[in-house]
T-cell receptor, first 112, second 111 residues
């Protein structure tokens, strides 16, 4: 069975500082990996995805993530955050099908 | 395109009452899903439908039923609501193996 662990439930950071949100997964087979963002009182929307190919994936709003197969990680990074990045971020894994497992979420709080 | 729409946005029920949450998508996706979101638990899959005419249980199906009415619509029914079903419910759709597109959610309170 697959599982996803987001290592931090909350991450406070000052505006214009870099941030990394950590995600580890477990699976015995190849997976697709996703990061979603949820702004207050909204549904989730896709930030970026890894299906195959280059392990460095760039997404919307300046975010990027790196797939590390040996460490089974897919950490999300942004070099300089804005107040508007305050949201909850979810890592997710799918085994080349339609069932997706979501992590518990990391709440990013950007302070002025 | 509206994407994924859900109705209602908010609902308050008394224990034992029933209701149906409606979901529709206009992206011609084959797969549709119902999730519940509770604090600190991420999203948990209630039911999914891989294609029109098929439905399967997810991680937390007890107390719920679903209907895939056609390719566009996927409804979730609570036959006898319980306080433990107080949650935010999200519908999503996707092509198989790809990213999911989410609706805005329904915030349900069961008293």
């Amino acid at each position: 069975a697959q599982s996803v662990t987001q290592l931090d439930s909350q991450v406070p950071v000052f505006e214009e500082a870099p941030v990394e949100l950590r995600c580890n997964y477990s699976s015995s087979v190849s997976v697709y990996l996703f990061w979603y963002v949820q702004y207050p009182n909204q549904g989730l929307q896709l930030l970026l995805k890894y299906l195959s190919g280059s392990t460095l994936v760039k997404g919307i709003n300046g975010f990027e993530a790196e797939f590390n197969k040996s460490q089974t990680s897919f950490h999300l990074r942004k070099p300089s955050v804005h107040i508007s990045d305050t949201a909850e971020y979810f890592c997710a894994v799918s085994v080349r099908g339609f069932k997706t497992i979501f992590g518990a979420g990391t709440r990013l709080f950007v302070k002025a | 395109n509206a994407g994924v729409t859900q109705t209602p946005k908010f609902q308050v029920l008394k224990t034992g009452q029933s209701m149906t949450l409606q979901c529709a998508q206009d992206m011609n996706h084959n797969s549709m899903y119902w999730y519940r979101q509770d604090p600190g638990m991420g999203l948990r899959l209630i039911y999914y439908s891989a294609s029109e005419g098929t439905t399967d249980k997810g991680e937390v199906p007890n107390g719920y039923n679903v209907s895939r009415l056609n390719k566009r619509e996927f409804s979730l029914r609570l036959e006898s609501a319980a306080p433990s079903q107080t949650s935010v419910y999200f519908c999503a759709s996707s092509e198989t193996g790809s990213e999911q597109f989410f609706g805005p959610g329904t915030r349900l309170t069961v008293l």
